[in-house]
């Protein structure tokens, strides 16, 4: 089968398309894929990397308020249009597959046009403007989030799940933590604010720190490039790291995922998948600067099920984040109920579940 995938603009819309990419490699081998993405784009650094042909269109988003820039974007827009479809006669894709962000816009659209069976994978609980539009015209909506279902059309939509979820499930129990100079058998907290880090968490950890030093249980905490430095001297200075652990960046972090007892970070559509395909509680602090506040409706329908505790990014302190993580890993039945109700909410199939939709198109 050929794939076209297309997806860009953040993590959230690329590694679900390249997880669901490998899981197709593995079950047929003899597929052959093309991601489309835009040249700006994160996926122009991640995907060259994998391996997987790669070809970009120019494109940009609309701006939310009256701008000369969107006449530029219409503009754009359109001539995107028709390098997609230049793109798709070359290719001649079986089916294309959307993961959100404006690249995925144009083939999508391109490819509908064409009589392409097509495909829409919304990651969040709220969708975007992007992916609303693709609805009209894609063949099925896979969605991660029941609540995304009232944004689409019914006859169209379907549960899968993110396909990351798939990948993270088969991650087991090991002695990772030893690589970061901490005991794989004593209850550990990971904390983690995305690649770059975040600024609010890592005021809220320097803030704790002292007394995280005094807890029977120990905490790794993935500070981001950034910050790595200020809270470095900070570790330095409290003499503090019997049971904390302080990294820029973990690369092994699905392994790392596993074999830890709590969570605690931004709530990205990616995340949650992963947590919940685990059944790992968590402390979830959803971003305010993503496009319309997703991450904290991410979040609230895992606090709905028990699953996770919030704290809004505007609450968060040394104290709130100490007190949290005591109210959770100083009660073990608490931290159990949690993790089967994240568990509950997984998906573990999600990329056997994509795939079905789309051999249910393909004719």
Not at 40 to 47: A, H, M, Q, S
Not at 353 to 360: A, H, K, P, T
């Amino acid at each position: 089968m050929r794939i076209l995938v297309t997806g860009g603009g953040t993590g959230g819309h690329i590694y679900p398309a390249l997880a669901f990419i490998r899981y197709v490699q593995k079950i047929q081998p003899d597929s052959e894929f093309l991601y489309v993405g835009t040249h700006r784009g994160l996926e122009n650094k991640i995907v060259p990397e994998t391996g997987i042909s790669f070809k970009t269109i120019k494109i940009q988003g609309f701006k939310r308020k009256l701008s000369l820039d969107n006449i530029k974007t219409v503009q754009l827009f359109l001539e995107s249009i028709k390098r997609s479809k230049e793109i798709l006669r070359e290719f001649k894709p079986d089916v294309v597959i959307g993961t959100g962000g404006y690249v995925s816009g144009s083939v999508v659209y391109a490819a509908a046009r064409m009589k392409i069976p097509t495909i829409v994978h919304e990651q969040n609980s709220v969708p975007g403007m992007t992916n609303k539009f693709l609805s009209r015209f894609a063949d099925r909506v896979g969605i991660c989030f029941p609540d995304a279902a009232q944004y689409f059309p019914e006859s169209k939509t379907v549960l899968v799940g993110n396909p990351r979820a798939q990948e993270v499930v088969t991650s087991g129990k090991s002695e990772v933590l030893e690589q970061y100079g901490l005991l794989p058998d004593i209850p550990t907290v990971l904390i983690f604010g995305g690649s770059q880090g975040a600024l609010k968490i890592n005021q809220a950890v320097i803030q704790a720190l002292p007394k995280f030093s005094q807890k029977d249980y120990q905490v790794l905490y993935a500070s981001g490039d950034r910050y790595y430095n200020e809270i470095k001297e900070k570790f330095d200075v409290e003499k503090i790291n019997r049971n904390l652990s302080l990294q820029p960046y973990i690369k092994n972090m699905t392994d790392v995922m596993a074999n830890v007892d709590l969570l605690i970070g931004r709530a990205g559509a990616t995340s949650i998948a992963e947590l919940t395909a685990l059944g790992l509680p968590a402390i979830l602090i959803p971003s305010p600067y993503v496009t319309n506040d997703h991450q904290t409706k991410n979040a609230q329908s895992l606090v709905n099920a028990g699953a996770v505790k919030m704290i809004p990014d505007a609450d968060l302190t040394g104290e709130s984040l100490i007190d949290a993580v005591d109210e959770i890993m100083n009660d073990s039945e608490k931290r159990e109920a949690m993790a089967k109700a994240s568990r509950q909410e997984g998906i573990p199939d999600a990329a056997e579940r994509l795939w079905s939709l789309v051999n249910e198109i393909v004719r």
